[in-house]
């Protein structure tokens, strides 16, 4: 007991160390501002003498460091060395040691699967991005698994907008619990977790094993998350048949399922001109080329858009938003180049070849040497079957089905880790259990109601036995 407070003494002083090393870090780096410095090492020297019960031999590589670095959430050993903070402090005649305390999500995780007394295992994708699963292994693990997949990152708050601290889980008299997340998607992956906790408790055995993923990086895009990891031997391993991921609040009674993903493309697009005094009649120049061609994708997809009728959702449409542009050095002065920046998002239903052959005529039609170039672009069109006659499908539908539940299937209109998913051929659902809740996805004041959240546990509880109980497929016998 005596050991584990003083384990917390020393953890309270680490982090009030690396809080004060961030404040004062910006000084060091700026000049020789010694004080700060000095302030900073007699802190941290303190620390060591501290962490002195820690075992022998980590004891004595630490006595002969001066400073120990430690990070938080936004912080790594890598950002230490990028900063040139461990450059700084060995030219000035330091030993620094920069440490990765592990992620609290990665604790919290293995707290969870002790507690469900599952096996978790843990791939480090890329450094310092863990993917980790828990497995509980079905009666005829031979079979193909199911994946019950969530990611542990979320995106930044603008706290000013928020009605409640977006990091303290507030809940309201209605019962609305405020936090960043709340939806996107720690309730999933919460309901995932209670619902084989039930599961466990009623002594109820799956036939398929089941694998509860959780993937890092999946707001920044995945790569270093689930984009790397199908491609890895260990994501074949898992064997898996069919995988549930995120979805979408719905603000009615029904709830949202999704079967696809738009395409995201991100496309600049150069215009080169001619450059020359802004006093005079210039031809063909690049401002000229990046209007022309911006007419002609603006005006093309607003035209679509007063055309959607009610029966379209976004994800069935292709929407072009122009995000940047850059050119010029002065107001006087007719640049040689332009470029304009779109982000487009395209339906599985587009023949993207014949897409990309309209850009390019556009280009051609917009001016001489109008090039482009793409910094993103996906070309899965693969969906999820939703047929009745589909066997996961099925399973899926019929037990949410038995709880009264409508059911609305939409293809995604923004990109989740699914469209990875789909794209080694695995059939998968995006189905977050939140009807009656606005989409307050990565927005101000995110929140979900407790007996939504609390729904959607048994929600799980009835379609995680559904699709862990699928007969063998055909190319299963
Ligand atoms: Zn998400």
Redesign the pocket.
């Known amino acids: 007991m005596n050991f584990l407070r003083n384990r917390l003494v020393v953890l309270g002083l680490v982090l009030l160390a690396t809080l004060l090393l961030y404040l004062l870090l910006p000084s060091i780096r700026q000049g020789s501002m010694e004080p700060s410095l000095e302030m900073a090492m007699v802190i941290i020297t303190g620390l060591v003498c501290v962490c002195s019960k820690i075992p022998v031999n980590t004891v004595m590589c630490l006595c002969r460091l001066q400073i120990v670095l430690l990070h938080g959430q936004a912080f790594t050993s890598k950002t230490w060395e990028e900063l040139g903070t461990m450059a700084l402090l060995a030219t000035n005649g330091y030993q620094a040691l920069a440490m990765d305390l592990p992620d609290a999500a990665l604790r919290f995780l293995d707290r969870i699967a002790e507690e469900l007394e599952l096996p978790l295992k843990k791939i480090e994708v890329f450094p310092g991005r863990v993917i980790s699963i828990m497995t509980w292994e079905g009666t005829n693990p031979t079979l193909k698994s199911i994946l019950l997949n969530s990611?542990t990152d979320v995106v930044p708050v603008y706290q000013e907008h928020w009605k409640y601290d977006a990091f303290s889980a507030f809940k309201d008299a209605e019962g609305n619990i405020y936090a960043r997340g709340s939806q996107?998607?720690k309730c999933v992956t919460i309901q995932y977790i209670q619902a084989v906790r039930r599961l466990k408790a009623r002594g109820w055995k799956p036939t398929r094993t089941l694998h509860l993923m959780f993937v890092p990086d999946?707001?920044v895009g995945g790569y270093k998350g689930m984009e790397t990891f199908v491609k890895q031997p260990e994501f074949h391993k898992l064997n898996i048949g069919f995988a549930l991921d995120?979805g979408l609040a719905n603000p009615t009674d029904a709830f949202t399922v999704f079967y696809g993903e738009r395409n995201p493309w991100w496309i600049t697009v150069h215009c080169p001109g001619s450059p020359g005094h802004g006093s005079r009649f210039v031809e063909n120049t690049a401002a000229e080329k990046l209007l022309h061609f911006g007419l002609f994708f603006i005006i093309t997809f607003s035209l679509l858009r007063l055309n959607t009728s009610e029966c379209f959702t976004l994800g069935d449409v292709t929407t072009v938003n122009m995000t940047m542009v850059k050119g010029g050095v002065a107001y006087n002065v007719i640049p040689a180049e332009m470029d304009v920046s779109f982000d487009l998002r395209i339906p599985p239903t587009v023949n993207l070849q014949e897409f990309e052959r309209q850009i390019k005529q556009w280009c051609k039609e917009a001016g001489e040497d109008v090039t482009y170039d793409f910094a993103q672009k996906h070309m899965n069109q693969n969906i999820t079957s939703t047929d009745e006659s589909d066997p996961w499908w099925n399973a899926f539908s019929a037990s949410c089905k038995e709880m009264n539940m409508t059911l609305k299937k939409e293809i995604f209109p923004a990109a989740?880790d699914s469209r990875f998913i789909r794209a080694v051929g695995i059939p998968a659902i995006g189905f977050s259990p939140m009807n009656r809740t606005p989409i307050l996805?990565h927005d101000h004041n995110e929140y979900l109601n407790e007996q939504v959240f609390l729904k959607g546990i048994s929600v799980y509880e009835r379609i995680i036995p559904a699709l862990a109980s699928v007969a063998a497929l055909p190319d299963e016998a």
């Open positions: 990611h996107d998607m999946e707001e995120e989740t996805l």
